[in-house]
């Protein structure tokens, strides 16, 4: 018979105590593993190229521009459609992009070591705002942003990380900056505060020369997400350190490619359940509207996976004026969530609910047995590629997929016992 | 008829209006109206030197010693006993301190300039934690650390700022660290990584060399009140706007020199109401206890006077982990400080409490009429010369100073009508 509770304690235990240390960044063929010759990476569960959405399609057009794979969108198309650019979800590589999450193999990324475990996970350098290769824009203005950050910031990252005997440590960061107001998702400002001024130091020491370094600080320092990527990939450690163990229902991976959403189970392997990815409740900037909108995407529910993010909202009242609703709904938001956890984070606190643990650990049955679904906080590309971000907001995964996986569980381990 | 009302929404709106924003950084002798010859600022109200506090002596004897006007410490205590060295409050010459507040004619300060209505503020560089000046220590230790921040330090965060045309609007950083778990007095840790953030640019290209650069980084980006300095600059420069309103009610300074604490109030002039210092209630370091403390000692008050600090307790659940209490006393603090206030600050609002502005301007009238003194945060010093801070706690100023301002207008205004 098994032991589904004491499975489940495990996965917790294990993610909580997974200590997620940013140690480097390498080119993402060096170091991600399964990652030769024209192949990228995306956000989200697998999809074929027919059923991409625009920001997607976007965002892979971009990536073959960036490796001079094409000349220009159309020719990009035609690799991306005919299988000559293979592409595979940054969850089968150890790695998480945010929105359309798309990796290349040039492209930097970070190394972030769980080293309470052994594992690692990668993520790429966050580009800021505005038209950006994860909204699936990519004009010549993105792409010269892109191999800015990939040539100059990059390497002079990777130099002042280098200097750095013990690495940043993102679960510490990521606590002190749920005392600050972010939610580890949407909200990372405080936390790409405290990541740019532990860098500083570092930065003005390994930079080339000093314009190098200052452009470096404010490219750091103006973006607000600029740890969101190091944040995810942490996550994605924590997360993993919890997958695989026997008889748990926890889930470990939930991530959404801008057409369908799949989430992983601990004990169910690496079979992803899916179903129709959410259209957002949000915020519009000035110009767009709802109609606009393309369907929830990205990696970055790994956040709410681990047990921050819209789990975390209770510390992040201010977030609100991005992604709506009242301080309150923010409050709540949290407070739900322990519905569907089974633990309370040791690492991340809320100062608002006395220093209670943030909900940590969704146990899909529970998701079921109550009907209540995970919360996102998510920001909103345009349906179309090539445009960008329009807004902020909320959202949740459809119940089937909590419904497909507890079937499947029943079916691997209650029909033997 | 004098009317009251009115001139006390004429403070207030003076006070929110005014935009502080931080320009340069000069020698004291410089640019402080009246600090010429052998003389020092310091903190609260006048105080002769018999009836100095243990800190606020040590501060002064370490001024003296970092002027090279004494060899040793006995050869300072004897200027200033004598007179041949003298003091001034820092409120005298537009200028505030945190803790002794001590500033002496070498020393490299900040000028804030209230660009609305024209009035000027300064302040010097904070030093950090531990062992430093301003907690009344001065050993060769802090000594040295005060010659770097001058020699060093001072000159690149000077020729930095000049690097900006616009300076650094401290408002507007106030504004946003308020939503980041700051309450702008005791917590600034989100308006320190704020300051160095946008600073970290502009040192890079100002400083002589890199090494420079990385350690002025390094010291900011270290010290969680590196904004205090400028922040109380700017609150002075704010609640200075509203001083001086015949007729008004309105506190406009509040400070402390380690044995008596002062208030001034808008409509009676530059006069001080005066009584005993509160002995803080607080968290003590570790091999500390409260019979180590000294009474309440600052200029820093000049952040409640503002209405932040204490006022904003409700924006800043997680500081009861430095100054005693649970979140709930933070909300509860904030609340209650509406009660003595005759506004809600326009620039300075807390998402817990549906971005309703702080409590602003406190009514000297209703500090009486309901027996409510306002709430001060603060950090405590060891009640002995040379050793430092000891902790950090919470406390109020004592009720006679209100009473005995009220009398004072009465006499001031209400027999002439």
């Known amino acids: ?54 920001p997607l399609r976007g965002a892979l057009i971009g990536a073959c521009l960036f490796e001079g794979w094409a000349r220009h969108a159309g020719e990009a198309e035609a690799l991306l459609a005919s299988g000559a650019v293979a592409f595979d979800p940054c969850h089968h590589h150890d790695a998480v992009g945010p929105m359309a999450g798309v990796i290349s193999p040039s492209m930097m990324v970070y190394v972030v070591e769980n080293v309470t475990h052994g594992n690692r996970a990668f993520s790429t350098l966050n580009e800021g705002y505005g038209k950006v290769l994860r909204y699936g824009a990519y004009s010549e203005e993105v792409l010269a942003r892109l191999r800015w950050m990939n040539e100059v910031m990059g390497g002079v990252l990777a130099d002042a990380l280098a200097l750095s005997e013990e690495g940043i440590d993102i679960r510490t960061l ?156 923010a409050m709540h938001a949290t407070l739900e969530m322990y519905e569907i956890t089974i633990a309370e984070h040791t690492a991340f606190t809320i100062p608002a609910l006395g220093f209670r643990g943030t909900p940590t650990g969704v146990d899909i049955r529970k998701v079921v047995e109550l009907g209540v679904t995970p919360r996102i906080n998510t920001g909103i590309a345009h349906k179309e590629a090539g445009v960008g971000q329009v807004g902020a907001g909320l959202t949740r995964p459809p119940m089937s997929v909590f419904e497909d996986a507890l079937v499947a569980f029943a079916e691997q381990y209650l029909e033997v016992s």
């Open 1 to 54: 018979m098994i032991d589904i509770e004491r499975a489940n304690q495990t996965v917790v235990e294990r993610m909580m105590s997974a200590r997620p240390i940013l140690r480097t960044i390498v080119r993402a063929a060096d170091v991600i593993p399964g990652m030769e010759g024209r192949r990228l990476l995306h956000a989200g569960p697998p999809i074929a190229w027919t059923h991409a959405s625009g």
């Open 174 to 329: 990521l606590a002190e900056s749920l005392h600050m107001g972010d939610e580890g998702h949407n909200r990372n400002k405080a936390g790409s505060l405290l990541y740019t001024t532990k860098l500083a130091p570092l930065v003005v020491r390994a930079a080339p020369n000093a314009e190098t370094a200052a452009s470096v600080l404010k490219f750091l320092g103006d973006n607000a997400l600029s740890v969101l990527n190091p944040v995810m990939a942490a996550c994605k450690a924590m997360a993993d350190a919890g997958h695989g163990v026997a008889g748990s229902t926890i889930m470990t991976a939930m991530a959404r490619n801008g057409t369908e959403l799949g989430i992983r189970v601990s004990g169910l392997g690496d079979r992803w359940f899916t179903g129709p990815a959410g259209m957002p409740d949000g915020l519009y900037f000035p110009g767009f509207t709802a109609a606009d909108a393309n369907r929830d995407i990205g990696d970055s529910t790994i956040t709410e996976t681990a047990g921050i993010g819209a789990f975390a909202m209770a510390a992040a009242p201010a977030i609100v004026t991005f992604i709506s609703g009242a301080p309150q709904d």
